[in-house]
């Protein structure tokens, strides 16, 4: 089993800036794709950005050049550096963890929840 755990949700004005983390632990196999998702009210959970073990990232339309992905060298922490916001990046975002050689190894975080709104 993996546990993830978010943290860096919260409210933010439009133009501002947020930076949410995510922690794995447990079981973890080396070699995963983390990344973020997001899922605003009646809309279908979307890719945020998502990041391998080797460095390669790949983002949702919506956020390229306003976010960054990032990941820590235990590869255990996934980072998601926003910027620019704008009202609709409001959602709740989801932490995922898996591996593409392991079918069935995928993980998600309990969710965070974004605002952007003055």
């Known amino acids: 089993q993996v546990q993830l755990v978010e943290s860096g949700g919260g409210l933010v004005q439009p133009g501002g800036s947020l930076r949410l983390s995510c922690a794995a632990s447990?079981?973890?196999?080396?070699?995963?794709?983390m990344g973020w998702y997001r899922q605003a009210p009646g809309k279908e959970r979307e890719l945020v950005a998502v990041?391998?073990?080797?460095?390669?990232?790949n983002y949702g339309d919506s956020v390229k050049g306003r976010f960054i992905v990032s990941i820590d060298n235990a590869k255990t922490t996934v980072y998601l550096q926003m910027n620019s916001l704008k009202p609709e990046d409001t959602a709740v975002y989801y932490c995922n963890l898996r591996n593409p050689l392991f079918r069935g190894y995928e993980y998600w975080g309990q969710g965070t929840q974004v605002t952007v709104s003055s």
């Open positions: 447990g079981s973890i196999f080396s070699n995963n794709v």
């Open positions: 990041i391998s073990s080797g460095g390669s990232t």
